[in-house]
């Protein structure tokens, strides 16, 4: 063991010189040869600097340390990196100096135990990079998760989970008034938007005479942004709008008085005329549109958006029953609408049955999703036209036109406010019909549904009936 460290010392004593690359490869030639390591430290006569050594291992390799005394007047070595001539894969010459140069200053300076020196302040570098890269994730989290598209985004989830029809409508509405009109706040992190910016986009909408759609747009954002101040609470609010760091509502800021003319409800109300021309003119097409259109009227005037959802699996022919689901309000469970058929409308629903019964929704021109709304308005709306055009009718009518003008009827005829309200699901959110009334109506909406198909027959016929009871200011 002596005589091994002795010829060591020998070695590196008769090559320690000022280190120069033939020098270098000197020695790891002669290591490799023996099959010895040779030190070698690059010759310096300053003091208490420190010395740079390089180790040329048996394998014909070698490898750079930085030597010095500790505090106590240890020796200790820090390894620098392997040693590479050309310093593709390793440290040449010149850069191993370069590093030992900043080594020796620091160990100049007074640190003299410099592992432990190094060590903790790699630590410490190690612990600002993770911050650092943490604080880089959610900044770039905040900008995508955080915008007010994003908001939307989640509250339109939000909508459909719960089974809510007005998801389609308030998406819609986002995507042509905020995300395609205002992109800039789309953007913009929903936490910096303010009243002015919600009222902006409004104004926009009012001078274009979209009055009703500003309201519609500033009651959606409203909701979005009431959701996702509470969102962190309320495990029921979808996890998309968790995380926004909200501190105020700004479209609930904007003030509402000069809004109310924009909220006025339609009275549009289709006389026997214009329904009997409506029903002759709608007999005369033919589809799945046209018989959706039909099914509504002869049902009483039921919602469009509940009735393109049904399902095969909701029809029972036999039963003569039909059952829509009722999501309206707040509810989070719809409400089962169980409405029975008469001859006419099991007529329909027997024609979609043997069209569709195999597909998931019944109403259904591609057998991949249910017919939308808009194409069941469209039917309607061409209709008006051209018995406006045409001198039949002096206003134009919309789809959503005839669920009034039936229910105005069903009350001329006589036919309860209560009935129609059981006919129509609606205005059944009190505590009687949710706690006590346990009924449900079935022979009841079932006679009112037959007086309704008569009445319709009656209409279509122009026949005069004796037994109507005019009711005054029906509703």
């Known amino acids: 063991m002596m005589t091994d460290k002795k010829n060591s010392a020998d070695n590196e004593k008769k090559i320690a010189e000022t280190l120069t690359v033939a020098s270098i490869a000197k020695a790891l030639g002669k290591a490799k040869t023996d099959g010895k390591e040779i030190w070698l430290t690059d010759a310096t006569k300053a003091r208490g600097v420190g010395r740079l050594r390089l180790r040329a291992t048996a394998a014909g390799q070698g490898a750079w340390y930085f030597r010095y005394s500790n505090s106590k007047g240890k020796q200790g070595q820090l390894g620098l990196g392997i040693y590479d001539n050309t310093g593709a894969s390793g440290l040449t010459l010149k850069a191993a100096r370069d590093k030992f140069g900043e080594l020796s200053k620091l160990y100049q300076s007074g640190i003299r135990d410099l592992r432990s020196h190094l060590e903790h302040e790699s630590a ?31 509250y339109i989830a939000h909508l459909e989970r719960q089974g809510k029809q007005s998801a389609q409508d308030a998406r ?16 913009m992190r929903a936490s910096e938007i303010t009243p002015q910016d919600v009222s902006a986009m409004m104004a926009r909408l009012i001078d274009r005479e979209a009055g009703r759609t500003a309201t519609k747009l500033r009651s959606y954002l409203r909701a979005a942004y009431s959701l996702a101040l509470t969102a962190e609470m309320d495990s029921t609010v979808h996890s998309a709008l968790h ?54 009227l002869y049902l009483g005037g039921q919602r469009s958006a509940q009735l393109v959802r049904l399902a095969p699996s909701d029809v029972d022919l036999s039963a003569r029953e039909l059952t829509l689901y009722d999501p309206k309000g707040s509810r989070k469970t719809p409400r089962v609408h169980l409405l029975p058929l008469t001859d006419r409308a099991a007529a329909i629903v027997k024609r979609l049955i043997e069209l569709n019964g195999d597909k998931e929704y019944l109403i259904t021109l591609n057998g991949r999703v249910h017919v939308r709304t808009e194409t069941l308005s469209e039917v309607v709306t061409n209709i008006s036209t051209a018995m406006v055009q045409e001198k039949i009718s002096l206003k134009p009518f919309e789809l959503r036109d005839l669920r009034r003008t039936a229910e105005t009827m069903m009350a001329r005829i006589g036919i309860s406010k209560d009935i129609r309200a059981h006919v129509l699901s609606h205005g059944l959110g009190g505590v009687q019909n949710r706690s006590y009334d346990k009924h449900d109506y079935l022979n009841e909406k079932k006679d009112a549904l037959e007086k309704w198909d008569r009445e319709l027959a009656a209409i279509v016929s122009g026949k005069q009936r004796a037994n109507v009871v005019q009711i005054r200011g029906a509703t």
């Open 124 to 154: 410490e570098q190690r612990t600002q990079m993770e911050a650092s890269a943490r604080a880089r994730t959610e900044a770039e989290r905040q900008a995508v998760s955080g915008s007010l598209q994003k908001l939307m985004d989640g």
């Open 172 to 187: 819609n509405i986002f995507r042509r008034n905020v995300t395609e009109e205002f992109p800039n706040f789309a953007t």
């Open 243 to 296: 995380g926004f760091n909200l501190s105020t509502n700004p479209a609930a800021l904007v003030p509402t008085k000069n809004l109310a003319a924009f909220n006025q409800a339609r009275e549009r109300v289709l006389n026997e005329t214009e329904l009997r021309e409506f029903l002759t003119r709608l007999e005369k097409q033919s589809g799945t549109s046209r018989d959706a259109v039909m099914l509504l």
